[in-house]
């Protein structure tokens, strides 16, 4: 796949706005004024001469560079200088499309529902393809090159910044195909991957929720958001609201998952991978031996961590055991406190400026210049992320805003994204992408920060006892819970290998999964078993989800090291940010004296959250 493949369509969202305030709907809190993306940075609006312009542009460019280049680079890597332009007119090719790409998958976001916005999205991935088909020859003939005469190029000043992505491109070479091959892979991708993505997103914007209480249906959001309330009745209803349109729609998302399932088994047979997840792996620049590590360190931590402390929750509630819609439900001491966005905007800002002015400084721009997104709309594409869009840009983070504490914590965290993107975009268009075991380091670190500032203005006893319950529940979300999702992905995608899957077979890979990781507390109610349709990284990332538990892990051994003040600590920790995807995880980890490939690593990381675990037994034993 062509970096320009790779930056083509962020799955992002919206209209450039002022930025008004957000008006609160009858019976919603007031969360004062809240941003719009203005993406004007990237073009005006979609009948903006510019993006015509540009489309032309590259394509001109790219048929320019296969003239000028097709067969013809392993002759011309004699000379360094030379195989240096040849990168450089490529690299900014790269970001000219994935500038273009960006700006309509950050459009289609806003309103997935849209029709206006979906056909330009479509156009726009049908224009992209075509235009980085001509490209294709170009990583596939780097790949030919002899490696003597290639280390020997790489000596040239102007080529030996790129080694790292020549380094990267070489782990490709085992797994690429003849030129021809190639195209019709990138063509079909259009009609295969990218059609059956864009049903899903489609179809889940466009899903309404009639729910007990309430007088008008409710999109996604709303109604997962109903089962983190502090009514019972209300958690319940949101999750039978759930369940009842998630089974209306099974079908559908059971060929959705087939489908995908297979065309990637189709794609890794023909490329050579071995293992369902091998891709993932090569993409993240990560070996298997270290994944296998992570996921058997958590899976035999799920007794110590989830089992316990969703049994201790069940008592704390007065249950024998939790109903899965209130595995997320607040404590009895939690304050039922609507954060308003200028208050989260405050606490996040305030906890980044506390570990390093700078890092509050990168992201106070987010929030002035509105490149943020984050009222409730219908239509919106659900959750949040951080779109890097190009190093000639900057970044937009998408929210799904609604005051929960938990809310300025996702907050905290697509910042942290948005920081590490700011900052690796010096390396340019090759090298600033961040594999993902990576990726969620500063966005996770973002939120540790704030979570510890947060803590530490704690007013009482119980008021700390359920802060620090409510951050171990966000570490078993994204450390148990997207183990058992990167294991329901295994097993899907392993039997899928042998036929189609019915939904009743997906439902009860599901449960078991779930019963697994999350333990003998959590009594499952009939409806929880096709729970695993809305989950849109088995669809848009297959096996993305092992990051989030990388990332955590990883972020839990550095945190340690910046309490024990670690020389040096904030200065190393910016470097690697810097760093972008310029260098491997066992390189940037060297400095702090960590590595990824002894299963201790792991486990220090896990100990980290058994920790608070064991605080809140002690917790309870004194009340």
């Known amino acids: 796949m062509t970096p320009i493949a790779r930056h083509a369509l962020q799955p992002a969202a919206s209209t450039a706005t002022d930025g008004a305030a957000q008006p609160a709907p009858a019976g919603k809190p007031d969360l004062g004024r809240m941003p719009e993306w203005d993406l004007s940075d990237l073009y005006s609006a979609p009948d903006a001469p510019e993006v015509a312009s540009d489309i032309a542009k590259g394509a001109a460019a790219a048929q320019a560079l296969k003239s000028t280049y ?78 003597g005469v290639l280390d020997a190029a790489l000596e040239h000043r102007a080529l030996a910044r790129y080694k790292p992505w020549f380094d990267d491109l070489r782990k490709e070479k085992p797994y690429q195909l003849d030129e021809k091959i190639e195209q019709l892979f990138h063509e079909k991708g259009q009609t295969a991957r990218g059609s059956w993505n864009r049903l899903f997103n489609e179809t889940m914007s466009g899903l309404r929720f009639d729910v007990e209480g309430h ?52 794609s890794d047979r023909w490329r050579g991978f071995k293992d369902v997840a091998d891709s993932r792996h090569l993409a993240n620049r990560v070996e298997a031996p270290v994944v296998d590590a992570l996921v058997a360190s958590v899976r035999k931590a799920y007794p110590r961590l989830s089992h316990r402390y969703y049994a201790m929750k069940a008592k704390w509630l007065g249950m024998d055991k939790l109903n899965h819609w209130d595995r997320n439900a607040p404590l009895p001491e939690k304050p039922d406190r609507t954060i308003s966005w200028p208050e989260a905007q405050e606490m996040v800002l305030s906890a980044y400026a506390g570990f390093a002015p700078e890092m509050a400084s990168i992201a106070r721009p987010f929030f002035e210049r509105n490149w943020i997104d984050a009222p409730v709309r219908p239509g919106k594409a659900p959750g949040a992320f951080s779109a890097s869009t190009v190093p000639s840009v900057h970044p937009y983070v998408m929210m799904n805003y609604l005051g929960k504490p938990r809310d300025v914590m996702t907050l905290a965290h697509e910042l942290g994204h948005g920081v590490h993107q700011v900052l690796a975009a010096k390396q340019g268009p090759l090298l600033a992408p961040t594999p993902l075991t990576l990726a969620e380091t500063a966005s996770v670190f973002g939120e540790m920060l704030t979570f510890q500032k947060l803590l530490s203005e704690a007013k009482d006893a119980r008021e700390k006892k359920a802060m620090l319950a409510g951050k171990v529940e966000d570490m078993i979300n994204t ?63 297959p096996f993305y989800v092992y990051a989030y538990a990388f990332g955590d892990c990883l972020v839990n051994s550095l945190y340690g090291l910046y ?61």
Do not use: C
């Not at 289609?108 to 294709?136: C, H, M, W």
């Not at 333990?519 to 809305?534: C, H, L």
């Not at 940010?577 to 060297?590: D, F, P, T, Y």
């Open 70 to 147: 097709q067969g013809k680079l392993a002759e011309i890597a004699a000379d360094g200088g030379k195989l240096a332009e040849a990168v450089v007119a490529y690299e900014a090719l790269s970001d000219l499309l994935g500038k273009l790409g960006s700006y309509a998958g950050l459009l289609y976001a806003a309103n997935q529902t849209d029709p206006v916005r979906a056909k330009f999205y479509g156009d726009i991935s049908e224009k992209l393809t075509s235009i980085s088909t001509d490209l294709l020859f170009f990583e596939l003939e780097l790949n030919k090159i002899d490696d």
């Open 215 to 266: 007088d008008e249906p409710l999109t996604l959001e709303p109604t997962l958001n109903l089962m983190s309330d502090t009514d019972p009745k209300k958690r319940q209803a949101g999750s039978e609201a759930l369940a009842k349109v998630f089974k209306d729609n099974v079908r559908l998302f059971t060929l959705i998952t087939n489908t995908l399932a297979k065309d990637k088994e189709i």
């Open 479 to 541: 450390v148990v819970r997207q183990i058992a999702f990167y294991t329901f992905e295994r097993r899907v995608h392993e039997e899928r290998r042998g036929g189609e899957l019915t939904s009743e077979r997906l439902g009860e890979i599901w449960l078991e999964v779930q019963a697994e990781s999350l333990g003998p507390a959590i009594d499952f109610k009939p409806g929880y078993e096709v729970f695993w349709t809305y989950i849109p990284h088995f669809i848009h990332s």
């Open 563 to 623: 309490r024990e003040a670690h020389p040096g600590f904030v200065a190393k920790y910016f470097d690697m940010l810097k760093a972008g995807g310029s260098k491997h995880h066992s390189e940037l980890l060297a400095p702090f004296g960590l590595d990824a490939r002894d299963p201790e690593f792991w486990n220090k990381g896990l100990k980290v959250l058994e920790g608070m675990i064991d605080e809140l037994e002690r917790m309870e034993m004194v009340g």
